[in-house]
């Protein structure tokens, strides 16, 4: 990647629509073929309650650790193409999707941009995010935290390992 200054990023992905584990599983490929990006490391895949409206299916979620030398709003700009790629449709708050990409991490930045906030403020509070964070790395901080730190405050986390993602 040159003489860039590179950065190491962590990506959440779920989908609870159209064959979700395929949408994940394929979505991280597409990752490692972004711009000046590439793959370092991929959770298992997990099986989640959805958050919010419950009358959708459950979800599989992962997470990846990138490198990259984008800027965090250029890699914004590229997780959201992707996801336009996956056909995502904005229709509900929380609603069911075909693939949602979150920006977690971008090295140590704090951002507080109107399109963007690193950390991402709710992750301390997902299951699903945390538990693939500390399989790729149980020492990452979270808010100052190891991610068994916000685990052990989570009253049942209801997640569920399905699988590898590189298999």
Same mark, same amino acid.
């Given at each position: *990647?040159?003489? +860039?200054?590179?950065?190491?990023?962590?990506?959440?992905?779920?989908?609870?629509?159209?064959?979700?584990?395929?949408?994940?599983? +394929?979505? *991280?490929?597409?990752?490692?073929?972004?711009?000046?990006?590439?793959?370092?490391?991929?959770?298992?895949?997990?099986?989640?309650?959805?958050?919010?409206?419950?009358?959708?299916?459950? &979800?599989?979620?992962?997470?990846?650790?990138?490198?990259?030398?984008?800027?965090?709003?250029?890699?914004?700009?590229?997780?959201?193409?992707?996801?336009?790629?996956?056909?995502?449709?904005?229709?509900? /708050?929380?609603?069911?999707?075909?693939?949602?990409?979150?920006?977690?991490? &971008?090295?140590?930045?704090?951002?507080? /941009?109107?399109?963007?906030?690193?950390?991402?403020?709710? *992750?301390?509070?997902?299951?699903?995010?945390?538990?693939?964070?500390?399989?790729?790395?149980?020492?990452?901080?979270?808010?100052?935290?190891?991610?068994?730190?916000?685990?052990?405050?989570?009253?049942?986390?209801?997640?569920?390992?399905?699988?590898?993602?590189?298999?």
């Amino acid at each position: *990647m040159g003489g +860039l200054q590179t950065a190491r990023a962590y990506i959440g992905l779920g989908s609870n629509l159209d064959e979700p584990v395929r949408q994940v599983s +394929l979505a *991280m490929k597409e990752l490692d073929e972004l711009p000046l990006t590439s793959v370092k490391a991929a959770s298992s895949l997990y099986s989640s309650r959805p958050v919010g409206p419950q009358d959708q299916p459950d &979800f599989v979620n992962a997470v990846v650790e990138l490198e990259t030398t984008l800027s965090p709003l250029a890699l914004l700009d590229q997780l959201q193409a992707l996801e336009q790629r996956h056909r995502r449709r904005r229709l509900q /708050h929380w609603g069911p999707r075909t693939l949602d990409l979150d920006l977690l991490l &971008f090295d140590d930045a704090r951002i507080e /941009h109107p399109r963007l906030k690193v950390p991402h403020p709710h *992750m301390r509070e997902r299951a699903f995010v945390l538990v693939p964070l500390q399989e790729l790395d149980p020492s990452l901080a979270v808010f100052e935290q190891a991610p068994d730190h916000w685990l052990q405050r989570l009253d049942d986390p209801g997640l569920q390992r399905i699988g590898n993602s590189r298999g």
